[in-house]
């Protein structure tokens, strides 16, 4: 199975900060790489497919990006309803494995 | 618009099933596969398996193989997850998830349903 690693697993900031999130991955999986929100009581979200693709109705200030083995998730200016936990997600093969999870709290 | 809403809560016993039912409306249902992901209390998201709902073909996690089984109802554009031998430890919310891929081959998910806890206690 390939292996997510996200880190770090929580970080605190304030509005208007700059976000970079990381996810590793235990073997290269190109492109193949999703990233989601949730928040409490919630489903998660897709933000970010194919590593740096955003989904339709997603803010522009998401960006992904990274390939093989090594991603990332900034948020270029952090918004009040920005705080929530981030997960990546290898969208290579089966099994689909997803990393730890960041959450990102208020400073 | 794509919505998949999910049946109720359940409360079950050590030993007992639990069947899931994930309502599918808004797309072509046998356009798409379905997945199930389940969150534990405070713990991160963990996938069970895929099935498409073209052909019935199934996928699996290992750790659940044996215990789980995943149908789909295309009459009704309904997606179900049967887990058996329940413990505590299955205590979660379960998620199904539309496979934005379709054929599995880049599992990827657009749409969730809204979430069913499963409780399992004595």
């Known amino acids: 199975d390939i292996q997510m690693t996200q880190s770090p697993s929580s970080v605190s900031a304030s509005v208007g900060d700059r976000v970079t999130i990381t996810c590793r991955a235990s073997?290269?999986?190109?492109?193949?790489l999703a990233w989601y929100q949730q928040k409490p009581g919630k489903a998660p979200k897709l933000l970010i497919y194919?590593?740096?693709s955003l989904q339709s109705g997603v803010p522009s200030r998401f960006s992904g990006s990274g390939s093989g083995t090594d991603f990332t998730l900034t948020i270029s200016s952090l918004q009040p309803e920005d705080f929530a936990t981030y997960y990546c997600?290898?969208?290579?093969?089966?099994?689909?494995?997803f990393g730890g999870g960041t959450k990102v709290e208020i400073k | 618009q794509v919505q998949l809403v999910q049946s109720g809560a359940e409360v079950k016993k050590p030993g007992a099933s639990v069947k899931v039912s994930c309502k599918a409306s808004?797309?072509?249902?046998?356009?798409?596969?379905i997945s199930w992901v389940r969150q534990a209390p405070g713990q991160g998201l963990e996938w069970m398996g895929w099935?498409?709902?073209?052909?019935?073909?199934?996928n699996y996690a290992q750790k659940l193989q044996g215990r789980v089984t995943m149908t789909t109802d295309t009459s009704t554009s309904t997606a179900y997850m049967e887990l058996r031998s329940l413990r505590s430890d299955d205590t979660a919310v379960y998620y199904c998830?539309?496979?934005?891929?379709?054929?599995?081959?880049?599992?990827?998910?657009?749409?969730w349903g809204q979430g069913t806890l499963v409780t399992v206690s004595s």
């Open positions: 073997q290269g999986i190109s492109s193949w």
């Open positions: 808004g797309y072509t249902f046998t356009s798409y596969g």
């Open positions: 099935i498409s709902a073209y052909n019935g073909n199934t």
């Open positions: 997600q290898q969208a290579n093969s089966f099994p689909v494995t």
């Open positions: 194919a590593a740096s």
């Open positions: 998830a539309r496979d934005r891929s379709g054929s599995g081959s880049r599992p990827l998910f657009d749409y």
